[in-house]
Every structure is written in C-alpha cells, then in structure tokens.
C-alpha cells in the first residue's frame, strides 16, 4: 500500500488534518490503533478558549474559532457549537495584573475578552458563590464556548473520507521507516505502507511515535480525570475555570454539570485508574464554586491524558527527518486549537505559504530559553 501522507491517530488533530489534505487532493490515511477519537479527545471537556497568556495560543484560538463559528455549514454536520463564554477566575491583585496584562494583548489580537465583578459575574453565572472561589473578580469573554468533541471529530472525518481519505481503525502503527533522513513510510500491525509524509498526531502517544523514528520529544503524559453529574434545569452557559485551582466546570445542553480538577496524587505516566482522591477532591471544590451543586448526584468519571510540554505549548511541523512532521504536545488544549492546527499542518506538508508564522512552535524552540504559556487549567 502507498499514500502521500500517512497520519497516526485519529482524534480531532487527526482526522481534521486528514481532511484539510483530501481538500487539497492529497492521497491521505489515517491510522487508528482504537477507534475515531477514542483517546485524549472523546476524553476532554471540549471548551473553546480565547483567553492565553501568550500570543501564540491566543493568535491560533482566534483564528479556531472563527472557523469554529462556520464549521457545522461547511461540514454539513452539526458540531454542537454553544458560545456561552468563558469565565476565569481572578483570586489575587497579583493576578489581578497578569489578567490586566491578558485582556489588553487579547484585545489588542481582536479577542473581545474583559474584566467583570461581583454583579456581572453573578448575572452571568448566577450560580456561582465568590467567597467560597476565593475570587475577587473575572475575566470573561462571551465567544469562547464549546463544541462536542465526538461531532466534531467524526464530522471531520466523515467528510474527509467523502473527499478521498482513508481510515483504518483498529490499525495500530509499530515502527516508522526511515532511510537517508527521510521518511520511507510506516509498519503497522496489518502491514506496511510507504508514504512521503508521516503525521505524529498520537497525542499523550507522540513521545513513543516519534521515538520510533529516533526522535525524542519533551512530551510527557498526564492523567486527568473528570466526572459528569446527573442533569439539572439550565443554570449558566458559561465554563467556570481557575488557573489558581485548576477548576473547570461547565452544564451541558442536556443539562449535566461536566469538569475537572488535578487529583492532589497526580503524577506522570500513563495510569488510566480513576481515582478517589480526583472525586472527594472535585467535589468539594465544585460546592465551594457552586453551593447549589454539593448535593448533585455524580454519575461517572473518567480518565484522559494530557500530552504535556514544558512550555505549554504545541509542538508543529517538521524535524530533522525530511517528512516527518509533527502535530502534538498540546498540553490540554489540542481540541480548541484544532481547525487552525490542520491548516497549519497541510499548508506545510502542500508546500503553501502558513497562514500564521509557526517558528515559536517548532521542537528547536527547546534548544533555547523557553517562555511557559502561565492560562493553563487542569
């Protein structure tokens, strides 16, 4: 079997790159050792975030959601885009600063972020309690939001397949050929199949994907777990986040309560068992954020990884082996930066001009002094 490129995982980096080439006319396939968004992306809590600290994310967020917002047309498939916003909390006049600081480079980029206080915050979420967040105000940003990481990724990928590309499930890639410095193709457990291009989009995976070419990533995994809670009658559309906390909560359409929140025994590594600790300690902080929530029933928790870099940020584009590009290190974030992230990643592999500058995401970036993205949550 040949391919042009082939890409390894199918979650929403994945499938969305796979459908930006086929859009291209790239012959494409994509290799899934599960099934389609099985891994960090079916795991995630799905928000849609504008607000960063650094203008990279802030720039690649924008430029998300803008697609994001005409997604479901140009898919023909609704995604379950809901813009109710983003409210992160501001605990101390220390960060109090640093959100100044936030809000005028995101307004500055077009990001229509701001400061509110006591009265908005409770007409925005009316649920929430700023004594028991130990918060002094917010920052908010009303076209942040959310998008159901399942739609999203199989409308993706069901378009990418009309359009020409290949998925193979249950197709675990095992090796990475690779002669002269360049990419000779892949080796799965169904066989091998020779490409120009090799795409690591394996998520918390990249690290052992990329080995297999003999390169080393500073990728490390992370387990994070969240819980969903029985539904309850609409109470706030915005995502309730604390960077101080590591809180994130939001009530979904049918009306659960969905988050997360670091379990105070985290450690590196891929452990995939729920903890109690995540539970005992969710729980009591979401009755601190929202009182009315302390007696709500739970009725599942999960875990995911996070594919964590030092800095926080992406890892995008090429290595020292020619074709082997890279699309990982998401550290949390890969879902909401997803749309922009698979243009990026096609107009390199097409030899196209990138519509945004990507040099502070490329792994050389690790060679020298790195700069750590400070709005990240989980």
Known sequence: MKTDVAIIGAGINGCAIAYELAKRGMDVAVFEKKWIASGDTGRCGAGIRQQWATEENAILAKKSVEIFEKLSEELNYDIGLRQGGYLVAIHSEEEMKQAKKNVEMQNRLGIPSRIIYEDEIKEIAPILDLDGMEAIAATFCHT??????????????????????????FTEVKGIKVKDNQIEGILTDKGEIK??????????????VARMAGVELPNKPVRKEALVTEPIKRTFDCMVISFK???YFSQQEEGQILGGIP?????????????????????????????Q???????????????????????????????????NGFSGHGFMISPMVAKLIAQIICGE??????????????????????????
């Open 245 to 247: 906390h590591g809180i």
């Open 263 to 291: 379990s105070p025994e985290e450690k590196t590594g891929y452990y995939f068992e729920p903890t109690f600790s995540f539970l005992k300690h969710m729980a009591f902080m979401l009755g601190k954020y929202a009182p």
């Open 353 to 378: 001009k990138t519509a945004l500058p990507i040099d502070n995401f490329s792994i050389e970036r690790f060679k020298g002094k790195i700069f750590k993205e400070k709005a990240v949550v989980g």
């Open 195 to 208: 490409a120009n291009f090799v795409v690591n989009a394996a998520g918390a995976w990249s690290g052992e």
């Open 144 to 169: 942040d939001g959310h998008a159901n990481p399942f739609k999203t990724t199989y409308a993706y990928a069901l378009v990418a397949k009309k359009l020409g590309a290949k998925i193979y499930k």
């Open 293 to 327: 929530l302390k007696h709500i029933k739970i009725l599942r928790q999960w875990t995911g990884f996070y594919d964590v870099t030092p800095d926080a940020l992406p890892i995008l584009g090429k290595t020292s082996i020619e074709g082997f590009i890279q699309c």
